[in-house]
């Protein structure tokens, strides 16, 4: 009889995750795993079948209030035998009474609304060309020379908790690009683009407003050294839409963001780019 068991994931089975997450074709950043680990390292699980890797799932506990689905992926040949659901069970009883949210694709959506989760809009990833280069708007300066709490400070607008560890990895990532945007002696956004098995993906891209972000995404695509990027926009920010737009940049997936208590306050104004669908 064959024996299922759900533990920790070990570190180097953080590698096999984010594989299969290439496989399933959501193009994952090449230096993900070790920043996601890093969040929370008890709140990654796998499924193992007779001594077989078969399954993974994220439950990233970000405080004792919120928390993040993400890498949800069984092997295909192992789809439709409880295996999942199994997984499921004991990571979100791990996260316990904690809010907690979702990127899922759209194919799971009325899985997980049985769980208990509800909608509260879609997030859709443009990809396209990075546009020509042009000399940097003012107040574009290296994220680095930026006061880590400032940025820090910042992002608590676009995100429901602070993630002081998980974003001091985030933009310091190998391979990546972090810039700042000042307006006289105010902050006014900041975004990271990281390369990725195709392209780059930039994420988060959060600014007080759709020029700022313009500016930071037209700065972040000039020190890039590849042609294809990636912006994952939620769909009810209209300006967001707008600017991939206005870059040929078309629709090529689809997320459902969810929440199994209530949707956050956070101000999705200045969210322009996701940080990323598997951990917020």
């Not at 796998?46 to 993400?70: Q, R």
């Not at 004991?90 to 990127?103: P, Q």
């Amino acid at each position: 009889m064959s024996e299922y068991v759900v533990r920790k994931m070990r570190p180097e089975e953080a590698a096999l995750a984010v594989e299969w997450a290439a496989l399933e074709g959501w193009n994952p950043g090449l230096h993900d795993a070790e920043a996601f680990l890093a969040t929370d390292p008890d709140g990654f699980f796998v499924g193992e079948l007779d001594g077989e890797v078969i399954s993974s799932l994220a439950g990233v506990a970000y405080d004792d209030s919120y928390g993040f689905l993400g890498l949800y992926i069984v092997k295909p040949e192992q789809r439709g035998k409880g295996y999942g659901l199994r997984l499921w069970q004991e990571v979100t009883a791990y996260l316990a009474d904690r809010n907690v949210g979702l990127d899922g694709v759209l194919a799971q959506q009325a899985n997980y609304e049985r769980s208990g989760f509800t909608l509260a809009y879609r997030n859709v990833r443009y990809e396209g060309h990075r546009p020509a280069v042009t000399p940097d708007a003012a107040g574009i300066v290296e994220l680095s020379s930026v006061p880590f709490d400032d940025v820090l400070a910042y992002d608590r607008n676009v995100f429901p908790v602070e993630r002081r560890g998980f974003i001091q990895r985030w933009i310091a990532m190998p391979g990546s690009v972090a810039l700042g945007l000042r307006r006289g002696a105010a902050f006014a956004g900041f975004g990271v683009a990281r390369k990725c098995r195709a392209g780059y993906k930039i994420g988060p891209l959060s600014a007080d407003d759709e020029t700022a972000a313009d500016d930071l995404f037209r700065a972040l695509c000039a020190r890039l050294d590849d042609d294809l990027v990636y912006l994952d926009v939620p769909e009810p920010h209209r300006e967001a839409v707008a600017l991939a737009e206005r870059y040929g940049m078309q629709p090529s997936f689809e997320t459902v963001r969810m929440y199994n208590q209530r949707e956050p306050a956070v101000d999705l104004g200045r969210i322009f780019g996701v940080t990323t669908f598997e951990l917020g």
